[in-house]
């Protein structure tokens, strides 16, 4: 594989992540890679790299490395899929689905990785579009994970309409709707009681939040496929979020259309990785009475 000369780091603004960062900086330029980090005023001046505008970084990173959790990398992932710029997560969350490189396995992972020994991985995201006041709006919003609508009023349910291009799927009542690409079927759906997706399908998930009628369960559709989403009742405030860090706010009548992003979000992983390794071990499979008594 290419390996990688102008690289980006990207970190999440907390204290404990700094020393990673500069750990990381470090090792970047011993290997001879040109470091750009992202601007971020929190952050106190690193041992190594040039601070650089998101912009700049997503116009010259051939590899971007972010350090954090899931989150950072969700946030990063949404205007660096765009650029096609792969990301490559350093693990400093809780779970960490995608952020898969541990701290203390960071300087082997990077030397193979920087050296053109890695796994690419291209996952198909999304990108929504708003209908409000009889008109379509034309900011493209981003998920990797998700775009979800819900009830600005969080104990109470909202009306909506499900369309999948010119067909009418149903009139829900419910807590709301997540739309996940298979990437975010391991967030917030499957704490809907929605499907795995494998990374590589192309499709997208439907999952009703917490709906009226118990009947009305998710659903699979071809990630070539549109949805759009349409908020009905008199008097429904509802909310659209992208990834759980967007929102927007709908009335009666507003839309938001969803569909599959021209541009897949590029993933490194270390050589050997498994998805399925890693659904063992985050989700604890085939632990049984042993992940019990280790409590």
């Given at each position: 594989m290419k390996p990688f000369r102008t690289v980006g780091v990207i970190g999440k603004r907390r204290e404990p992540h700094r020393p990673t960062l500069g750990k990381l900086c470090s090792a970047l330029e011993s290997l001879g890679c040109e470091v750009l980090v992202a601007h971020n005023d929190e952050l106190p001046e690193l041992p190594a790299g040039r601070r650089v505008d998101a912009e700049e970084l997503a116009g010259r990173a051939e590899l971007a490395i972010v350090v954090g959790g899931d989150g950072?990398?969700?946030?990063?992932?949404?205007?660096?899929?765009?650029?096609?710029?792969?990301?490559?997560?350093?693990?400093?969350?809780?779970l960490g689905f995608l952020v898969d490189i541990a701290p203390d396995e960071m300087a082997e992972s990077l030397a193979a990785v920087i050296g053109g020994r890695y796994e690419l991985e291209e996952r198909l995201i999304l990108s929504a579009r708003l209908t409000r006041d009889g008109k379509t709006e034309d900011t493209v919003y981003t998920a990797v994970n998700d775009v979800v609508?819900?009830?600005?009023?969080?104990?109470?349910?909202?009306?909506?309409?499900?369309?999948?291009?010119e067909q009418f799927i149903s009139l829900h009542r419910?807590?709301?709707?997540?739309?996940?690409?298979?990437?975010?079927?391991?967030?917030?759906?499957?704490?809907g009681g929605g499907p795995l997706l494998h990374p590589s399908l192309q499709a997208m998930a439907l999952v009703p939040i917490c709906p009226h009628t118990l009947s009305d369960r998710p659903i699979v559709i071809g990630g070539d496929q549109q949805v759009k989403l349409i908020v009905r009742g008199d008097d429904?405030?509802?909310?659209?979020?992208?990834?759980?860090?967007?929102?927007?706010?709908?009335?009666p009548g507003d839309s938001v259309l969803i569909e599959r992003s021209d541009k897949p979000l590029k993933l490194i992983h270390p050589t050997g990785s498994s998805y399925f390794a890693i659904l063992r071990n985050k989700l604890r499979w085939g632990r049984g009475q042993e992940s019990i008594a280790e409590r």
């Open positions: 950072t990398l969700l946030g990063a992932g949404r205007y660096l899929a765009p650029a096609g710029v792969p990301l490559l997560g350093v693990n400093q969350g809780r609508l819900r009830n600005q009023a969080s104990i109470r349910m909202i009306e909506f309409e499900s369309w999948m291009g419910a807590d709301g709707m997540i739309v996940c690409s298979p990437t975010g079927s391991t967030a917030y759906a499957l704490s429904t405030q509802a909310t659209v979020t992208f990834d759980g860090q967007i929102s927007e706010a709908l009335e």
